[in-house]
T-cell receptor
Framework: AQTVTQSQPEMSVQEAETVTLSCTYDTSESDYYLFWYKQPPSRQMILVIRQEAYKQQNATENRFSVNFQKAAKSFSLKISDSQLGDAAMYFCAYGSGNTGKLIFGQGTTLQVKP | EPEVTQTPSHQVTQMGQEVILRCVPISNHLYFYWYRQILGQKVEFLVSFYNNEISEKSEIFDDQFSVERPDGSNFTLKIRSTKLEDSAMYFC????????????FGQGTRLTVV
């Protein structure tokens, strides 16, 4: 069975600084995708970034980028130039290429300090 | 921009009562999902639905739960006899295909069982 682990329950960053959120996963599948979702206080799940496992190049989306280490089964999210609006719960998720279901980590609460 | 819509946003029900949570997925999407999030915990997969049948379900999705796409636009989750532990946020999601495509989430229905 696939598992996703986020070992940082809480993180904080100063506004305009950079922060990295960690995620590791375990799977025996070869066809899979990885995602970071943001959940603000409204509790809406918002996709931040996605990574295809077959791609070596790390995904980037404006201030958000990932460090995908396939052999180590690691998928961290880097947020550059942190803004107050980035404060939220961040979930790492594994997506099976076969079934489409998402398996989420426990989440990391990010606090951004002005 | 197309979005997934869930109703109601908040439902309070007596223990033992039946509840139906409703979702309108994005119109051209083919894969539909229900997830739940108990307060303060991670998001858990319940069920996936494709081509008018369940394609996968988790251990949580027991005989008390059922899903239906009654009219080609709505996607419903029914809980037959609610328990206190069913209190959670329930998210509907849809995607165009399985695997790596983005799953779009609704804003969630907060279910409170009293």
């Amino acid at each position: 069975a696939q598992t996703v682990t986020q070992s940082q329950p809480e993180m904080s960053v100063q506004e305009a600084e950079t922060v990295t959120l960690s995620c590791t996963y375990d799977t025996s599948e070869s066809d899979y995708y990885l995602f970071w979702y943001k959940q603000p206080p409204s509790r809406q799940m918002i996709l931040v970034i996605r990574q295809e496992a077959y791609k070596q190049q790390n995904a980037t989306e404006n201030r958000f980028s990932v460090n995908f280490q396939k052999a180590a089964k690691s998928f961290s999210l880097k947020i550059s130039d942190s803004q107050l609006g980035d404060a939220a719960m961040y979930f790492c998720a594994y997506g099976s290429g076969n079934t489409g279901k998402l398996i989420f980590g426990q989440g990391t609460t990010l606090q951004v300090k002005p | 921009e197309p979005e997934v819509t869930q109703t109601p946003s908040h439902q309070v029900t007596q223990m033992g009562q039946e509840v139906i949570l409703r979702c309108v997925p994005i119109s051209n999407h083919l894969y539909f999902y229900w997830y739940r999030q108990i307060l303060g915990q991670k998001v858990e997969f319940l069920v996936s639905f494709y081509n008018n049948e369940i394609s996968e379900k988790s251990e949580i999705f027991d005989d008390q739960f059922s899903v239906e796409r009654p009219d080609g636009s709505n996607f419903t989750l029914k809980i037959r006899s609610t328990k206190l532990e069913d209190s959670a946020m329930y998210f509907c999601a849809s995607s165009l295909s399985r695997g790596g495509t983005e799953a779009f989430f609704g804003q969630g229905t907060r279910l409170t069982v009293v």
